[in-house]
C-alpha cells in the first residue's frame, strides 16, 4: 500500500482518502525530537506497537533536536503521500508553520509530548494534542517529599525545621519543566513543609547533565547541607543518584546515608533504583496509553472517519486533546509497573 500511496500526487490524495476505508490504507509520518530520549523512546516503541495492532503503516524519523531539520522532514512526509501526521516538536514555540503546512493538504496532525499554544491549534480542525497534564507529575513529586518528612523527621539533618532542597529543571520553555518545577515547590508548601531552594539548574532531561549539575551542588554546598533532590524527569533523577552515591549515599545499603530523590516517567531503571532503595518515587508518565492514542487519533482521521472518544477509545476534550493520567509511583507500588 504504501508503494501505492507514495506514487500518488499530492493533488489526488483527497480522493484516496475519502476512498480508503481499510485500516491498512493508513500511512503516518512521525517525527520524534531525538531518538536519544528516554522516554520518548518508549513513546515511539508503543507507537509502532499500536499501529501494527491497527494494521497501520508508521514511518518514525529522528529530527536530531533541530527544528529546521523537523521543518523538511515534514515535507518530505507530505510529498511522499502520508495520511497522517505525528509530531513531536523540538521547539514547540514553532509548531504554527507545521500546521499551516498540514492544512495546506487538509492532513491531520497529532502533536505528542510538547504542547502547541492552544491559539495554533485551535486554527486547524485536524490538529490534535495528547500528552499529560505535567502540574500533576509535579504535585506528586512534592506529595512524595512531604510524605518522607512526615514519615522521617530525621531528614531535616540540621533540624532547622526547613527542607533544603535542589531542584533539577528540564529544557527551558518546555511546558513539562516549567509546570512541574512549579507545582512540586506548591505541593510542598500545601503539604506543610517549609522549604529553601539551595540549588536549582536545568539539566535538560539528561541523565550525565544532572549528574554533572548534581556534582557541582554536593561541591558547593557540601553534602550534608542536602536533604532532598526532586527532578523533572527520572534521567536526571538518576543522574543525581550516580552522584550521590560517589559521596557514599543512596547505595541502597545504609539507611543513614540516604536523600531523598524524586523523578517522574517511571522508567525502567528508574523503577529498579526504587526497587534498589536508593530512590524514593516517580511518577508514571504513560508512554503506551500516549503512543497508543495519538496513533489512534491518526488511524481514525486518516480514514476520513469522525475523530470522537468512541471510536478513538480515549477521552477526547474539546475535540483536540487526549490528556492521559500520571500515577504516583513508590516502594510500596512499583512492581505494578516493571
Ligand atoms: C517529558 C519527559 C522527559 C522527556 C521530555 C521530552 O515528558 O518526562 O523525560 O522525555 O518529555 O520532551
Known amino acids: 500500500m504504501k508503494k501505492t500511496v507514495t506514487a500518488l500526487a499530492a493533488g489526488v490524495m483527497l480522493a484516496t482518502l475519502s476512498m480508503s476505508a481499510q485500516a491498512s490504507d493508513t500511512l503516518i509520518g512521525s517525527c520524534i525530537y531525538k531518538f536519544d530520549d528516554t522516554f520518548m523512546t518508549g513513546v515511539r ?46 521547539d514547540r514555540s514553532a509548531a504554527g508553520p507545521l500546521v499551516e503546512k498540514a492544512k495546506a493538504e487538509n492532513l491531520p496532525i497529532v502533536f505528542v509530548n510538547r504542547e502547541p499554544e492552544k491559539s495554533i491549534l485551535d486554527g486547524y480542525d485536524k490538529a490534535y494534542y495528547v500528552g499529560a497534564r505535567a502540574e500533576e507529575s509535579g504535585t506528586i513529586g512534592g506529595q512524595l517529599i512531604v510524605e518522607y518528612f512526615k514519615a522521617h523527621p530525621e531528614a531535616d539533618k540540621n533540624g532547622d525545621g526547613v527542607v533544603q532542597y535542589i531542584l533539577l529543571k528540564g529544557e527551558q520553555g518546555h511546558q513539562d519543566a516549567t509546570l512541574r518545577s512549579e ?128 471510536s478513538i477509545g480515549y477521552k477526547l476534550t474539546d475535540g483536540k486533546y487526549v490528556w492521559i493520567p500520571y500515577v504516583k509511583v513508590n516502594a510500596e507500588n512499583y512492581k505494578d509497573f516493571m
Open 45 to 90: 516503541n508503543n507507537m509502532e506497537k499500536a499501529a501494527a495492532d491497527l494494521g497501520a503503516e508508521i514511518e518514525l524519523v529522528d529530527s536530531q533536536n533541530r527544528q529546521p531539520a523537523q521543518n523538511d522532514q515534514v515535507d518530505t512526509f507530505i510529498t511522499k503521500g502520508v495520511t497522517a501526521l505525528i509530531i513531536n516538536p523540538v
Open 183 to 310: 507545582y512540586c515547590v506548591k505541593a510542598m508548601i500545601d503539604g506543610g513543609l517549609k522549604i529553601q531552594a539551595i540549588g536549582e539548574d536545568n539539566a535538560n532531561w539528561d541523565k550525565v547533565q544532572g549528574h554533572d549539575k548534581m556534582k557541582n551542588f554536593i561541591t558547593s554546598q557540601g553534602i550534608d547541607a542536602i536533604e532532598a533532590v526532586l527532578a523533572n524527569n527520572d534521567d536526571m533523577a538518576l543522574g543525581a543518584i550516580e552522584a550521590l552515591k560517589s559521596e557514599g549515599y543512596n547505595t541502597g545499603k545504609d539507611a543513614t546515608k540516604y536523600i531523598p530523590v524524586v523523578g517522574v516517567d517511571a522508567t525502567a531503571p528508574a523503577l529498579q533504583a526504587i526497587a534498589n532503595g536508593q530512590m524514593l518515587g516517580t511518577s508514571l508518565n504513560d508512554a503506551k496509553n500516549q503512543g497508543t492514542a495519538a496513533v489512534r487519533i491518526a488511524d481514525v482521521a486518516s480514514k476520513g472517519e469522525a475523530v470522537t472518544s468512541e
